[in-house]
């Protein structure tokens, strides 16, 4: 997938990557690398991290902001509109990103020095 030697900078509190297959931990390794096909709309490239990528400090993840906050990401705002747009919207969307379907990315990852 990526050459040796490419850093990601991750979250300190975030969980290590887990296994392929073995279920998604919120470690954002993955949307750090190189956005899903959501992402790359969103953040219209093909490498580096996703601009929906968010880190959230008080569950000590990363979560896709258009599935978890598809209003704010997509611009659709907090009104009654933006509301049921996203009410809509993201159980299609966790489904386009594959939630709950184990981890898929195949990257190697080294802590590096000083962990």
Known sequence: MNGPGRVVWIE???????AW???CNGC??????????IGLL???????PCVALRWVGAERRYRCGAVAAPGEVLG???????????????????R???????????A?????PGS
């Open 108 to 112: 190697q990852v080294d802590p590096g």
């Open 42 to 48: 969103l953040s219209r490239r093909r490498r580096g």
């Open 28 to 37: 954002g390794v993955c949307c750090l690398i190189e956005p899903c096909p």
């Open 76 to 94: 659709w705002g907090q009104g009654p509109w933006g509301r049921g747009l996203s009410a809509l919207a993201r159980p299609v969307l966790a």
């Open 12 to 18: 300190p509190d975030a969980p290590a990557k887990p």
């Open 96 to 106: 386009w990103i594959a939630a709950g379907r184990g981890c898929d990315c195949d």
């Open 21 to 23: 297959g073995a279920p």
